[in-house]
DNA sequence: GAGGACCTGTTATCATACAACTTGCCGCGT
DNA sequence: ACGCGGCAAGTTGTATGATAACAGGTCCTC
């Protein structure tokens, strides 16, 4: 007779078994997907977590280390782990890494921006609604406002978040945060550099198109509007020859 | 007068600094980025990054973990840290997580592909040379002729590759990797129930504009065969209601 | 009531020991 | 000479116990 736990999560050992902490590391996944620790946001202390699974503290510390790293959970000092909020950080680190592997450069990057903002943008428009168009509205004014370039940029990040969210395609939202992460740096620069206004003149007439409830002008406005970002970029720094075929994609 | 390394990989300890682990994480992973460990793909031992770094071995052991979940490298048994290669699961894993966390669906991530895999079609047609062709022609004769699921799948899988690869940009092949990776089991129902020979038609058809050199031709005959995908897709199973807004997507 | 000292729970790091696995080497037999 | 089995060294996986650093609440003082 068991605890009152529904499973029993007891690791497998022996030889020729899978590693303790990939076992360990696959239940915490799935207990967290799950939804079990919604609630309140806590997992049980590393301790607690030790007596369940009936392995040591090194392999309940590895387990969390990686889950710390897929953003799952979060662990600090002092406080027991956390459930880690939703966003595109993850796909954001493991693109990078893939990206100074691989030698892609920012064009790269911004061909994939063009191709997804502009399906976006058609999603966004067929599905736009009051409430929405108010928000573009405020963060429009927020940007052009700004007083910093911090500022600047999380109003222009906000905007274009908002259209993802309209499509209704939680996807389009994490890839561009991912995107939008990737291309933070430069984005410091090309704002930075008295390009605000031209930005800010961009997400007006996107804004207008989508008022007049034409999609195709939408869509026109947000290639146009990327059009400028591309060439910004280009003024800013010359990516370099683009390789045809890179070693090692395989 | 410190050993003959160029720079001093010292941790900084103490009160309020970053954790040990964080700080190896980082080091290892510029000097794995920087191709320091390119030409044999084998890293040092674990006991030896213990001295390098001042550290003890759990330090170093979960600084292991961390990049293997980031798929910089793998660890096992006996046999010393060595580079991962380069694909897109880490990207795939990350955005299965997002997926299940934010109850994205097999639809949201059809439309995705779309997106990507037209422009891909676009600027493959580009940029089409003679020995590409030839490659994808295998890849449909392979899938035409392949004797179980498995087999059919890769060779799938291999044409949509071969285009991406085509684009001259890396992302794009990280990417159908990541959402191939997602859409596997379902693929493997779809192609499964016989229809294997409506994608060969397709790729046939794609393959064919691609010879003629027309690019729009390329593109319609893109969309035609993923229009077929998406209607396998549905008669497969229903999605279910695509809600429109979903919470915590902040 | 406000502020600070203190205590408890929890994580971070260390040191050490042993088990399991890989790899290459050595010797044995044919 | 060649192949095969097994031994030995190197390396990672897991366990255990101890100590330091930190967060949060409690209680005491003024």
């Keep these: 007779m068991n605890v009152a736990q529904d499973n029993a999560p007891v690791v497998q050992r022996g030889q020729g078994a899978v590693p303790l902490v990939e076992q360990v590391v696959q239940a915490l996944r799935e207990e967290i997907l799950s939804g079990r620790y919604d609630a309140t946001g806590q997992l ?37 782990p956390q459930l880690a909020p939703l966003n595109g950080q993850a796909v ?62 999380r109003a222009d990040l906000a905007f274009h978040r908002i259209l993802a969210e309209a499509t209704g395609n939680p996807l389009f939202v994490f890839l561009m945060d991912a995107l939008a992460e990737l291309m933070y740096e430069s984005r410091k620069t090309t704002i930075g550099r008295g390009l605000n206004s031209r930005a800010v003149r961009g997400h007006r007439a996107i804004l207008k198109a989508l008022s007049s409830g034409n999609v195709d002008k939408v869509v026109q406005a947000m290639q146009a509007h990327l059009a400028d970002a591309a060439e ?6 010359d990516p370099g020859p683009v390789e045809k075929t890179q070693p090692g994609w395989n």
């Design 232 to 237: 910004d970029l280009e003024k800013l720094a």
């Design 92 to 153: 954001a680190e493991s693109l990078q890494i893939l990206l100074r592997r691989s030698g892609a450069t920012l064009f790269h990057l911004m061909q994939i921006r063009q191709v997804l903002e502009v399906e976006i943008a058609r999603l966004a428009a067929q599905n736009m609604d009051e409430e929405t168009l108010l928000r573009l509205h405020v963060a429009v004014k927020q940007q052009e406002q700004a007083e910093d370039v911090e500022q600047q940029i």
């Design 44 to 80: 049980p202390p590393q301790g607690e977590l030790c007596q369940r699974y009936g392995v040591s503290r090194s392999v309940i510390r590895e387990a969390m280390r990686q889950l710390e790293s897929q953003r799952l959970l979060t662990v600090g000092r002092g406080r027991r």
